[in-house]
């Protein structure tokens, strides 16, 4: 048994299970972190992750449907719907019957995306930290770290499917910026597309996750704060910004 004057946090405090980690991210986020340390599992936010991806999927395609995505995602780029205009009916068809077909699997596919996403993200900070920073964290601590802040992010997804079903128009609606979270949703479409790819990241529900992610960085790895905020604040604006630079030459 360890001794309470030398014991770490993580070996006194009673173990919490998936559901208490899950409801402690919102509302006690460092017990959740603290007792990664402890125990670097992540099926809850995984669970949840698939069960909201599925849920919000399924709402898109019975209110608005997968070609009426297309169409709006086409209407995005003038020059692209203009090359699309000039084809004949029948490759309009066809290409739009392929590309509303491809939107749904990767839809559906969404977590598969996200894992791969966040494991890139978190072997980078996790270098960054260990090696830049002296931190102390393992890998998995890091990764199991990043998918429980990354829990606030399937609020956003939520409303979107309230949304859906309280009859958001299919016209308006954009399966990259679904719900109105934040700044790039509410610019108009003759926005210059890197200030829109640039605003849609201000976003409430993605910066209160990266501040999770920086609270959990720092428990996990023993750092301060501010190494752990440089760490994965660094990261978050470098992804941002190589986004930005995809729309802008697009």
């Known amino acids: 048994m360890p001794d309470p004057v030398t014991a770490s946090p993580e070996q006194t405090a009673p173990a919490l299970t998936e559901v208490q980690r899950v409801v402690d991210t919102f509302t006690a986020p460092s017990k959740t972190f603290t007792d990664i340390r402890r125990n670097a599992t992540f099926w809850g936010p995984l669970v949840i992750l698939i069960l909201v991806a599925i849920g919000f999927s399924y709402a898109v395609q019975q209110k608005v449907g997968w070609e009426k995505v297309f169409e709006n995602n086409l209407h995005q780029s003038s020059s692209r719907e203009e090359q699309f205009q000039k084809l004949p009916p ?36 996790w270098v960054t930290v260990n090696f830049g920073f ?3 964290s393992k890998y ?18 939520l409303l979107a499917i309230v949304a859906l079903f309280a009859g958001v128009a299919p016209e308006s609606f954009l399966l990259q910026n679904p719900v109105g979270t934040n700044i790039g949703y509410y610019l108009s479409t003759d926005a210059p597309k890197w200030l829109a790819a640039l605003c849609q990241h201000i976003d409430l529900f ?37 986004g930005v630079g995809f729309a802008a030459a697009s």
Request: glycine fraction near 6%; charged fraction near 10%; hydrophobic fraction near 60%.
């Open 206 to 242: 993605e910066i209160w996750s990266v501040l999770l992610t920086s609270i959990g960085v720092s428990i996990v790895a023993k750092v301060s704060r501010g190494k752990a905020a440089a760490a994965v604040v660094g990261w978050w604006l470098i992804f941002v910004l190589v």
């Open 140 to 157: 998995g601590q890091v990764f199991a770290v990043n998918m429980y802040a990354n829990l606030v992010m399937n609020l956003k997804y």
């Open 90 to 125: 029948e490759q309009q068809a066809t290409q739009k019957a392929v590309a509303a077909k491809f939107t749904g699997i990767v839809a559906y596919c969404y977590p598969v995306i996200i894992l791969l996403f966040t494991a890139i993200f978190a072997l980078l900070v």
């Open 134 to 136: 002296a931190g102390s």
